[in-house]
């Protein structure tokens, strides 16, 4: 699979323009980040390319602070066999009832590119991108921050009963400066659930914004958010990328 991606970002972009809206609002929404080409060559490579993990958060009283992060590979669910798997989403459910959870397809593009994961795979020049300087600038000058040192990346498949509960993104005041998403997503409905939500103190939802296709949004981690659920009758996948604009030290390979 390897082949040699020309990621750059899209040279009208003009990152001062939305520095000037995040800046005012903490949240800036920034269309045609990539040329059309480039942005549907990774649409691609998310939709067909990629071995997902579903990724939940399971209670484990042996594991730091009594639970821990499942991420389940088909071949890993093929064998639990349907019984298995069901109860484990059951008890996922469970705790998403009391605000708490989340439930998705992953791909850890960091964890994959620094442990040496299907070598050749494009994905990879994907996240060095991420993490080139012409990104990360992009991420300081946006978002204001005196340093920005890295990226996280996951890329995330949101199918049918798919959700993140609200929450606070923990590391904000310390090592991440702001957190963004990449956005692959074509013609998704509002009825289809999927929207990344912005909630105020009253947990009233102040904003909520559709999946779109080639928009790199950031915003301030601080702020209460979620994903709401996808509903059963959803057309389609909801692809993104996401992560944080970070300050600590680079990442290193293995």
């Given at each position: 699979?390897?082949?040699?991606?020309?990621?750059?970002?899209?040279?009208?972009?003009?990152?001062?323009?939305?520095?000037?809206?995040?800046?005012?609002?903490?949240?800036?929404?920034?269309?045609?980040?990539?040329?059309?080409?480039?942005?549907?060559?990774?649409?691609?490579?998310?939709?067909?390319?990629?071995?997902?993990?579903?990724?939940?958060?399971?209670?484990?009283?042996?594991?730091?602070?009594?639970?821990?992060?499942?991420?389940?590979?088909?071949?890993?669910?093929?064998?639990?066999?349907?019984?298995a798997i069901g109860a484990k989403i059951g008890h996922v459910m469970e705790r998403a009832r009391d605000n708490y959870g989340y439930l998705y397809d992953s791909y850890p593009m960091i964890e994959?590119?620094?442990?040496?994961?299907?070598?050749?795979?494009?994905?990879?020049?994907?996240?060095?991108?991420?993490?080139?300087?012409?990104?990360?600038?992009?991420?300081?000058?946006?978002?204001?921050?005196?340093?920005?040192?890295?990226?996280?990346?996951?890329?995330?498949?949101?199918?049918?009963?798919?959700?993140?509960?609200?929450?606070?993104?923990?590391?904000?005041?310390?090592?991440?400066?702001?957190?963004?998403?990449?956005?692959?997503?074509?013609?998704?409905?509002?009825?289809?659930?999927?929207?990344?939500?912005?909630?105020?103190?009253?947990?009233?939802?102040?904003?909520?914004?559709?999946?779109?296709?080639?928009?790199?949004?950031?915003?301030?981690?601080?702020?209460?958010?979620?994903?709401?659920?996808?509903?059963?009758?959803?057309?389609?996948?909801?692809?993104?990328?996401?992560?944080?604009?970070?300050?600590?030290?680079?990442?290193?390979?293995?």
């Open positions: 699979m390897a082949e040699t991606l020309e990621l750059r970002l899209n040279p009208a972009l003009d990152a001062q323009k939305w520095a000037e809206i995040y800046a005012r609002d903490r949240l800036v929404r920034i269309p045609d980040v990539f040329e059309p080409a480039l942005a549907e060559h990774i649409e691609t490579l998310l939709a067909r390319t990629l071995n997902w993990r579903l990724v939940f958060a399971e209670a484990d009283p042996s594991a730091p602070g009594g639970e821990r992060v499942s991420k389940l590979t088909q071949q890993d669910i093929a064998a639990m066999g349907r019984q994959a590119y620094t442990s040496g994961w299907d070598a050749g795979h494009p994905i990879h020049q994907l996240t060095e991108f991420i993490n080139s300087p012409e990104f990360l600038e992009l991420g300081k000058t946006v978002t204001g921050a005196p340093l920005v040192t890295k990226a996280d990346a996951q890329a995330t498949r949101y199918a049918r009963g798919h959700f993140l509960t609200r929450h606070i993104d923990e590391g904000h005041d310390k090592e991440r400066v702001a957190a963004y998403t990449l956005g692959f997503t074509r013609n998704w409905q509002p009825d289809w659930g999927g929207l990344l939500m912005l909630l105020d103190d009253n947990l009233d939802i102040s904003r909520a914004f559709l999946p779109r296709f080639n928009v790199l949004s950031i915003f301030d981690g601080r702020r209460i958010h979620s994903v709401s659920a996808v509903s059963p009758f959803a057309g389609g996948a909801r692809h993104q990328i996401t992560g944080w604009f970070r300050n600590d030290p680079p990442y290193r390979t293995t």
